[in-house]
């Protein structure tokens, strides 16, 4: 498709949007009185409407039934997280069975890496990104430390090139080559939160698990935002935070993925609670553990309804529109912006420049040579919300669900003024 910088073209694309309907379905921040162009659904997605209806719902089930509520609300409370499951395994291409939701991100993988980190004398050590995003670092040391191992000796950082941005599959394949036989665990972020990079998952998975290793992802980035075949690549184990692109709101839970192989078996230990507890016998309040035979074996305890209400809102609007719509508009909408971009670059001498490789998903990090930090402060106070990153980058995400085409436009227009002051 040829773009054009214009409101006209702009426009014309918005009104062919097959997802158009969907942006009065979420609430928006006002500036100046206006609604603000978006582009941190990557750090919290906007609201959907219909969120607050999901979450009325408990409370009035709360305040009519109390206790009764386990079992006799119109949607129970006690299997209140399997509703999740169904949906949010088409998100990231995998059965029902192999989801679950709980807690929050960084304590889910810390549980996982219970059953997928046990290092021994010869095969212990972690490969990941350099620079991962600081809770996984310190997720990776505390717990090789925790294993009486030293981080400088256990955790192999994948490095970018000297000059480059981006990381290179090769280097990632390399590297977990040369770690060999030591290699017990890849964990890598899906989606780099900096440079908005999408590693070759199926690759990656399939070269760590020929070295004998365990291969998990982290998908905060990931989920909701690129195409994820977590089965079908037979990646061993995920997590992910849904307050991103899954808009379900601030700090709300996580969701793991189990591969169905280590379902139903003894062969993986894990941290147990009641709630991985088979729902037939759970009450009998039997001593001995009866595990369920899917990943909410992994569940711990009972779980926070009124969180995952707004989260199972949130998903039914990602039922309704299906991931590959989303991936279509997705594409399409990235594409718009970086030619925004790209124009604005042409017509201001040039200050910036996109870090992000090809391979992404709808973020767009963008170094700012120069003042960045007062252009990011100019930029929301004229009403576009974007996101600051040490040295000097903006991300920017345009996530399909709520920007228009329009968005960009308006936004090019706004970047040019600000960078010609
Ligand atoms: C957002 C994000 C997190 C956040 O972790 P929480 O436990 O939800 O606070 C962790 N890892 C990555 C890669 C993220 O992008």
């Known amino acids: 498709m040829q773009f054009k910088n214009t409101l006209e073209f702009a426009q014309s694309l918005d009104k062919?949007?097959?997802?158009?309907?969907?942006?009065?379905?979420?609430?928006?921040?006002?500036?100046?009185?206006?609604?603000?162009?978006?582009?941190?659904g990557n750090s919290l997605g906007l609201q959907p409407k219909i969120a607050t209806d999901y979450v009325d719902d408990v409370m009035k089930d709360w305040a009519q039934l109390a206790v009764e509520g386990h079992f006799y609300a119109e949607k129970p409370w006690w299997d209140y997280h399997e509703r999740l499951a169904k949906p949010l395994a088409k998100v990231v291409g995998a059965k029902p069975e192999e989801v679950s939701v709980m807690n929050t991100l960084t304590v889910n993988l810390h549980f996982l890496l219970v059953s997928f980190y046990r290092p021994n004398k010869k095969r212990f050590k972690i490969l990941c990104e350099e620079k991962a995003f600081p809770s996984d670092q310190y997720l990776l040391q505390?717990?090789?430390?925790?294993?009486?191992?030293?981080?400088?000796?256990?955790?192999?950082?994948?490095?970018?090139?000297?000059g480059e941005h981006f990381w290179r599959t090769e280097d990632v394949l390399a590297k977990i080559d040369e770690v060999g036989d030591e290699l017990a665990l890849v964990l890598i972020g899906g989606v780099n939160y900096y440079n908005g990079q999408v590693f070759e998952m199926e690759k990656i998975t399939a070269a760590g698990k020929k070295a004998?290793?365990?291969?998990?992802?982290?998908?905060?980035?990931?989920?909701?935002?690129?195409?994820?075949?977590?089965?079908?690549?037979?990646?061993?184990?995920?997590?992910?935070?849904?307050?991103?692109?899954?808009?379900?709101?601030?700090?709300?839970?996580?969701?793991?993925?189990?591969?169905?192989?280590?379902l139903n078996t003894k062969a993986i230990p894990r941290f147990e609670g009641w709630w991985g507890n088979k729902k037939?016998?759970?009450f009998l309040m039997e001593p001995?553990?009866?595990?369920?035979?899917?990943?909410?074996?992994?569940?711990?305890?009972?779980?926070?309804?009124?969180?995952?209400?707004?989260?199972?809102?949130?998903?039914?609007?990602?039922?309704?529109v299906g991931m590959d719509a989303l991936l279509n508009k997705q594409k399409t909408l990235t594409a718009y912006l970086e030619f925004i971009l790209n124009e604005v670059?042409?017509?201001?001498?040039?200050?910036?420049?996109?870090?992000?490789?090809?391979?992404?998903?709808?973020?767009?990090?963008?170094?700012?040579?120069?003042?960045?930090?007062?252009?990011?402060d100019y930029?929301?106070?004229?009403?576009?919300?974007?996101?600051?990153?040490?040295?000097?980058?903006?991300?920017?995400a345009p996530t399909p669900f709520y920007c228009s085409y329009e968005d960009m436009f308006r936004f090019g227009e706004i970047l040019k003024r600000g960078l010609q002051r």
Request: with cysteine; net charge negative; glycine share 8%.
């Open 16 to 40: 062919h949007d097959a997802l158009k309907g969907y942006r009065q379905k979420f609430n928006y921040p006002q500036v100046n009185g206006k609604d603000v162009i978006y582009f941190t």
């Open 142 to 162: 505390s717990q090789v430390r925790f294993h009486g191992l030293d981080p400088k000796d256990a955790i192999v950082e994948v490095k970018k090139r000297d």
């Open 212 to 262: 004998g290793a365990f291969v998990g992802w982290d998908l905060a980035h990931a989920v909701g935002n690129v195409a994820l075949h977590l089965h079908d690549w037979n990646v061993d184990f995920a997590a992910w935070c849904s307050y991103k692109y899954m808009n379900s709101g601030p700090g709300n839970a996580s969701g793991i993925f189990v591969n169905e192989k280590y």
């Open 280 to 282: 037939e016998t759970r």
């Open 288 to 320: 001995e553990f009866d595990p369920i035979a899917t990943a909410d074996a992994w569940q711990v305890s009972n779980p926070p309804v009124l969180s995952l209400a707004p989260y199972l809102a949130s998903l039914q609007l990602f039922e309704e």
């Open 345 to 376: 670059d042409k017509q201001v001498e040039s200050t910036f420049e996109i870090i992000t490789p090809e391979a992404r998903g709808c973020q767009l990090s963008v170094f700012l040579h120069g003042e960045g930090r007062a252009i990011f």
């Open 379 to 396: 930029l929301m106070e004229e009403g576009v919300i974007t996101d600051w990153r040490e040295p000097n980058v903006i991300r920017l």
